[in-house]
């Protein structure tokens, strides 16, 4: 199952973003703790951080599909900020999507009978 990618617009170009195991764990490798940790009065800082990673491995992810989408070609030190400026509340309204398992389908067996209603059970039992 491929990771789950969404883009933002950052000066009219889709900036692709994954928040998965590649940005979590460069954030706990840069931070010391993990992003449930975060200590209160970092929080901006983390979720600066996070939001690198997450552009980082939007972009690893895109190119492993498509050979020829472009390397990320923003800097961490001249465009991380005015990105996140630009997509702020998006981007933290995402984040528990990335974390969500999808519902199972249930599998059946072959053609099911229907179940009865209340009225047809009812009358059945009499």
């Not at 973003?17 to 979590?24: F, M």
């Not at 460069?26 to 931070?31: A, G, I, L, M, V």
């Amino acid at each position: 199952m491929a990771s789950k990618i969404i883009e933002i617009d950052f000066e009219g170009n889709p900036v692709p973003i994954a928040v998965g195991y590649y940005a979590l764990k460069r954030f706990k490798q840069e931070r010391g703790y993990e992003f449930e940790e975060s200590k209160e009065g970092n929080e901006l800082d983390d979720l600066e951080v996070l939001f690198w990673y997450s552009v980082e491995a939007g972009f690893k992810h895109k190119k492993r599909q498509n050979p020829e989408y472009p390397d990320n070609p923003y800097s961490r030190d001249d465009d991380l900020e005015l990105m996140l400026d630009s997509c702020l509340i998006e981007f933290s309204k995402s984040i528990p999507s990335f974390f969500q398992i999808p519902e199972a389908t249930p599998k059946t067996s072959g053609p099911q009978k229907p179940k009865k209603t209340t009225s047809e059970k009812a009358t059945s039992k009499k």
